[in-house]
């Protein structure tokens, strides 16, 4: 009778376990892991930025990149080209590659 009881107990611990990491496994492949795949994307879209490249950021504007450092852009907007504003690179939401002129 001794037994029975404890092998009863165990497999309530196990039960109460199981749903548990489901939760989290589920967590994971559903939230965590899209969200650092996002982030490898973006990661590498601004590291392939190029002088000469199309951008929009991420309040809706419109340029094209004509100086890069390590952490900021000069972009410039309009078609006048006088208007030149330095940026951070998380700023940047899509990037268009520049076209190469073919001979």
């Known amino acids: 009778m001794l037994l029975t009881a404890s092998a009863s107990a165990g497999g309530s611990w196990l039960t109460m376990l199981l749903p548990l990491v489901l939760f989290f496994a589920l967590m994971y492949f559903?939230?965590?892991?899209?969200?650092?795949?996002?982030?490898?994307?973006?990661?590498?879209?601004?590291?392939?930025?190029?002088?000469?490249d199309s951008v929009v950021t991420t309040s809706g504007f419109y340029g094209v990149i004509?100086?890069?450092?390590?952490?900021?852009?000069?972009?410039?907007?309009g078609n006048n080209k006088n208007c030149r504003i330095p940026m951070r690179k998380a700023a940047i939401a899509e990037v268009e590659k520049a076209e190469v002129a073919e001979n």
């Open 30 to 52: 559903m939230i965590m892991r899209p969200q650092k795949k996002e982030q490898q994307r973006v990661k590498a879209m601004l590291s392939s930025m190029e002088v000469g």
């Open 66 to 77: 004509i100086d890069i450092t390590d952490e900021d852009v000069i972009l410039e907007f």
